[in-house]
């Protein structure tokens, strides 16, 4: 897609974004969604980049250094990562992420998150992260979460703006607005940390029932859903007052 065509586009529906300064005085979550190697890695599976891409390096990088923060401070980070049994495909996706291989591990620059005491890891095998996190016995691990930490604002970071990161970011508002995520008040979705698969039309009007997918074009409008579902869209994080705890 040309970019005039993708600027047209975005000045229909366009997204204000706004800082975030985060303070000792919110406690602050942060949420990475999907930030494995079968999407982010070239090469790494049916799902992942086959080239090196800007977007997806990008929120790999901001990523890190958000994390690298929420660990300083010791601030709650939940991690959910996309896990399959072999046996049961995820319609319209190919076979990926499938559980045990290097596909649904984190990317090589976030694996130390895995030995942090401060990190909650959850394995899910759906879109939704919300949904991914129930329990058979009804109770829901982002949940308790939230409430075991006093979470009062919650930060988005991942990948595909428009798919996982959007669907866990709805039911997180919905739940909210519940009140099943008390004290929770705000959703931050950061689009510098967020990145989503380009399948342009050319390459998927060649593959029978393919969905185009242009990443930038897809990428905002993943945030302008957010925004419209009532996330705060923001396009710089930064600390307050860093090591005053
Ligand atoms: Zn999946």
């Known amino acids: 897609m040309v970019s005039s065509t993708v600027d047209l586009l975005k000045k229909e529906i366009p997204v204000e974004q706004e800082s975030l300064l985060i303070s000792d005085d919110v406690k602050t979550g942060l949420v990475l969604v999907d930030i494995v190697n079968g999407f982010c890695t070239v090469g790494a599976g049916n799902l992942a980049p086959v080239a090196p891409d800007k977007q997806i390096s990008g929120m790999v990088d901001e990523s890190v250094r958000l994390a690298k923060m929420f660990c300083e401070k010791n601030w709650p980070i939940y991690a959910v990562l996309d896990s399959h049994h072999p046996d049961v495909p995820e319609h319209p996706y190919p076979p990926h992420c499938i559980a045990g291989t290097d596909e649904s591990k984190l990317v090589p620059a976030l694996q130390w998150l895995e030995n942090e005491p401060n990190v909650t890891i959850r394995h899910k095998d759906c879109i939704d992260g919300f949904v991914g996190s129930m329990e058979k016995d009804g109770s829901n691990v982002f949940v308790d979460w939230i409430k075991n930490n006093s979470i009062q604002a919650v930060l988005f970071a991942g990948i595909c703006t428009d798919i996982c990161v959007l669907d866990f970011v709805c ?75």
């Open 171 to 245: 039911s997180a508002l919905s739940a909210r607005n519940r009140g099943i995520l008390t004290p929770l008040k705000d959703v931050y979705v950061y689009s510098a940390a967020c990145a989503t698969f380009d399948f342009p039309l050319h390459v998927a009007q060649n593959i029978k029932g393919a969905l185009a997918h242009p990443q930038e074009l897809m990428h905002h409008v993943g945030l302008y859903t957010a925004k419209g579902r009532g996330a705060k869209v923001v396009n710089e994080v930064s600390f307050d007052a860093p090591g005053k705890m």
